[in-house]
């Protein structure tokens, strides 16, 4: 490469489907020794391990710049087309020999899964050819750094563009006090796919305002503007006091990437000024504290359906789709259902929007015990709701089952009543009263159900479940449940 140019890393489009992003760096004419390179050893493998999120995000790579020649070549190719000699071995793998080897590899067995599956492994060439990595498993033993290393180069790949570049400026930031013209790095040209070219690391200082009062209000502390000035400077927050005297100008440098709000920088101001010197004082505000009245509710229901001889269920909040909908007979498009973007297992793909099939299956998994099986649960079920800022909603429903030879739909019908006896709600339809039509639900036994209505407000169903709903859990006997939403009643 010319003397006097710049380094240059080209992503080759392939590498999309991967690990799309690259930035990198050179530290020109640094001085390792012993235990400088150890903590460089060591701060990657930190660095790895927390903001990398255990190199899923971001591999790094560090390479003797003097034993390879640029332009770099980030690009993705198939593991059997790969060939190289990995760090501290002797002698050329393919990277699919690559990954059966480190499948017993104690460290680097953990990183294995990241690119596994994938069709293109990630791979980086200098102009020669020679392998300087293939992220985010190993290095190539050709461009391996030691304590005589001089110049080293420094690629970060990574499936998160913002935490690669927080974590070379972090790298940069730290050993360029070890180059020959201390805190100077030496930029790399990276171009995209796309022909855009961009210049790494960007190191980007910021800066924000924050009044002083905010600052002493948070803390419970009475701080000149300066002197807070003063504490956040400690904290490498370079601050000063601009403006009608109580607005404080802070400087955020690129080592302090943690500083995403202006709370960052009161925390800042706290650990500065001492927490142990903070004055304890009484709050302003004299309260006495209650119990939440929905979980008061909740609690003395529970006692009294104990009291009516039925057994409580704790069941898990996620379930599978078809446990909600199909064997209730229900599409999953009806049922609301708030969905996980990535379930680790079937049976938890979305969150239940009835307590029902978790009481169904509770009873599956204790079929050995003597009849009758009363169960019930109060517990929150999920509902989507555009309404609401997160898009959904918790709602506590109580529901009970009572299974036997028969179906003993006036033993839940007698519950119902009982709660609502206990709830100071009258039969009939005048003054908030309650009452029961006939209605149809598809988990229910035709002209077996029944809606339940509370000063004309439906809260829900009870009735005889369907005999196809019954086999679907795997049960033999007639069930009737009932299951009402609680919260009107607060």
């Not at 990630?122 to 392998?131: E, F, H, K, L, Q």
């Not at 973007?341 to 307590?355: D, H």
């Amino acid at each position: 490469m010319p003397k006097g140019d710049i380094q240059k890393l080209i992503i080759t489009e392939e590498t999309a489907k991967v690990r799309p992003f690259a930035v990198a760096a050179v530290l020109r004419n640094i001085k390792f020794t012993k235990d400088r390179y150890d903590s460089f050893i060591e701060l990657q493998e930190k660095l790895h391990q927390n903001i990398c999120r255990k190199r899923s995000l971001v591999a790094i790579g560090t390479h003797d710049l003097d034993t390879l020649s640029g332009p770099f070549t980030y690009t993705a190719k198939r593991p059997s087309d790969i060939k190289f000699k990995p760090l501290n071995k002797t002698k050329e793998y393919t990277a699919c020999e690559l990954m059966n080897i480190y499948k017993t590899d104690n460290h680097l067995k953990h990183y294995l899964h990241i690119i596994e599956s994938k069709p293109l492994y990630p791979v980086i060439y200098d102009s020669n050819g020679v392998v300087l990595s293939m992220p985010p498993i190993i290095n190539g033993n050709h461009s391996k750094i030691t304590v005589n290393t001089r110049n080293v180069f420094i690629e970060c790949t990574g499936t998160d563009f913002t935490k690669a570049k927080i974590v070379l400026d972090i790298i940069v930031t730290m050993f360029s006090e070890h180059c020959e013209n201390q805190f100077t790095v030496e930029a790399v040209e990276v171009v995209s796919p796309n022909g855009k070219s961009s210049t790494f690391p960007e190191l980007p200082y910021r800066k924000e305002m924050v009044r002083a009062d905010l600052i002493n209000k948070k803390v419970g502390i009475r701080e000149t503007p300066t002197n807070l000035a003063k504490l956040l400077t400690r904290m490498c927050l370079k601050s000063e006091v601009i403006g009608d005297g109580n607005q404080i100008e802070v400087e955020i440098p690129p080592t302090r990437a943690d500083v995403i709000h202006a709370c960052d920088i009161v925390e800042d101001a706290a650990i500065a000024y001492g927490y142990n010197n903070i004055q304890m004082t009484l709050p302003k505000t004299y309260t006495i504290a209650n119990q939440f009245p929905l979980n008061k509710l909740t609690e003395l229901l529970r006692l009294d359906m104990a009291a009516a001889g039925f057994t409580e269920a704790l069941t898990f909040a996620l379930c599978s789709q078809e446990d909600i909908a199909d064997k209730l007979g229900l599409d999953i498009s009806a049922t609301k259902a708030v969905h996980i973007s990535n379930p680790k297992t079937a049976e938890f793909q979305v969150a239940r929007t009835t307590l029902l099939p978790g009481l169904l299956k509770t009873i599956a998994a204790n079929r050995k015990m003597p009849l009758p099986l009363k169960l019930f649960e109060i517990s929150d079920i999920v509902v989507k709701d555009s309404g609401k800022d997160v898009g959904a909603k918790n709602c506590r429903h109580l529901c009970a089952v009572y299974y036997n030879k028969t179906p003993g739909f006036e033993i839940i019908h007698g519950l119902l009543d009982r709660i609502m006896q206990l709830l100071d709600v009258p039969p009939g339809e005048e003054s908030g009263g309650y009452m029961i039509k006939a209605s149809a639900g598809s988990a229910f036994f035709p002209g077996r159900c029944a809606e339940i209505f509370v000063g004309g407000q439906s809260i829900g169903k009870l009735g005889v479940l369907h005999p196809d709903v019954i086999t679907k859990f795997e049960l033999t006997m007639p069930c009737s449940s009932l299951e009402i939403n609680i919260e009107p009643f607060l």
